[in-house]
T-cell receptor, first 113, second 114 residues
């Protein structure tokens, strides 16, 4: 199993550009989530999904959209990038919505100029 | 404010010594987890302790939980250079639609000196 994979590893955007961060898992996990990690802030939940076709907002959803058309994939879209979205983004998955062990991807480092 | 807060923020010890990190939280929990993050990598799950457990071991790791004080500690015994990483505690809190979510603390940065 590849586990949780994320692409790209690193991206530079200009303010106002849009892009999609990809996340995929091959463990047939129902629950997937996106976090951002900023220095001194720990990880903050952006959006999550409890299954295909079901998504909901986390703590810091503004400026981001998600969709879950399949169990495997959970892309995160930045609609109009802002410098405040410069961060490291992690995708995670777990077997069910009753969050126990979460499996994290390697992260995407995003720089918005 | 953060649900989980680690203490200390940074810890530097000699190889072979024991490392202790603490986590405090605010609301009642079902479980508390510890994760490790190596520099530039994703988080890796280390251990989970449930609210009805007081102590749990996994190899060189020992986790305690005191629900009356809303605190947990992670002890790494006989530290090795490879233990150099950031360590995060995470607590589960109820969120919308009955889902649980993990709330992470800011982490303890552990450095093991050879």
């Amino acid at each position: 199993n590849a586990g949780v994979t994320q692409t790209p590893k690193f991206q530079v955007l200009k303010t106002g550009q849009s892009m999609t961060l990809q996340c995929a898992q091959d463990m047939n996990h129902e629950y997937m989530s996106w976090y951002r990690q900023d220095p001194g802030m720990g990880l903050r939940l952006i959006h999550y999904s409890v299954g295909a076709g079901i998504t909901d907002q986390g703590e810091v959803p503004n400026g981001y959209n998600v969709s879950r058309s399949t169990t495997e994939d959970f892309p995160l879209r930045l609609l109009s990038a802002a410098p405040s979205q410069t961060s490291v983004y992690f995708c995670a998955s777990s077997r069910s919505r009753d969050s126990e062990t979460q499996y994290f991807g390697p992260g995407t480092r995003l720089l918005v100029l | 404010s953060q649900q989980g807060e680690e203490d200390p923020q940074a810890l530097s010890i000699q190889e072979g010594e024991n490392a202790t990190m603490n986590c405090s939280y605010k609301t009642s929990i079902n479980n508390l987890q510890w994760y490790r993050q190596n520099s530039g990598r994703g988080l890796v799950h280390l251990i989970l302790i449930r609210s009805n457990e007081r102590e749990k071991h996994s190899g060189r790791l020992r986790v305690t939980l005191d629900t009356s004080k809303k605190s947990s500690s992670l002890l790494i015994t006989a530290s090795r250079a490879a233990d150099t990483a950031s360590y995060f505690c995470a607590t589960d809190v109820s969120f919308t639609q009955g889902a649980q979510k993990l709330v992470f603390g800011q982490g303890t940065r552990l450095t093991i000196n050879p």
